[in-house]
């Protein structure tokens, strides 16, 4: 069994930067793919950015240049550097976790990740 505590979450202004992290557990195998998902207000959930486990990284058009997700050598906590920040990046954010090949480690397949956190909230105000 997989489990993923999301923490780092606040409020900030926009243009800000906050850092987002995520301690995994669990067999190694069932998470070969990680990723960060959101849902703001009234918005259906969104594919922020993936990372499988030899590094490649996948990330949704909104967030491209202005996030970064990494995971450290022992690929137990993942993260993400999210930089000019806008109000519209008010969300909800979801650490996710799947045993997925690298060609379907992708933002565009959510409904293949079986591990979720429970979420912690980033507000931008502007």
């Known amino acids: 069994q997989v489990q993923l505590v999301e923490s780092g979450g606040g409020s900030v202004q926009s243009g800000g930067s906050l850092r987002l992290s995520c301690a995994a557990s669990?067999?190694?195998?069932?998470?070969?793919?990680m990723g960060w998902f959101r849902q703001g207000p009234g918005k259906a959930r969104e594919g922020v950015a993936t990372?499988?486990?030899?590094?490649?990284?996948n990330y949704g058009d909104s967030v491209k240049g202005r996030f970064t997700i990494s995971q450290d050598d022992t690929k137990n906590t993942l993260y993400l550097q999210m930089n000019s920040l806008k109000p519209d990046d008010t969300a909800i954010y979801y650490c996710?976790?799947?045993?997925?090949?690298?060609?379907?480690?992708?933002?565009?397949?959510?409904?293949?990740?079986?591990?979720w956190g429970k979420g912690t909230q980033v507000t931008v105000s502007s």
């Open positions: 996710a976790a799947a045993r997925l090949p690298s060609n379907y480690c992708s933002v565009s397949w959510s409904e293949l990740f079986e591990y």
């Open positions: 990372i499988d486990f030899d590094g490649d990284t």
């Open positions: 669990g067999a190694t195998q069932s998470r070969s793919c």
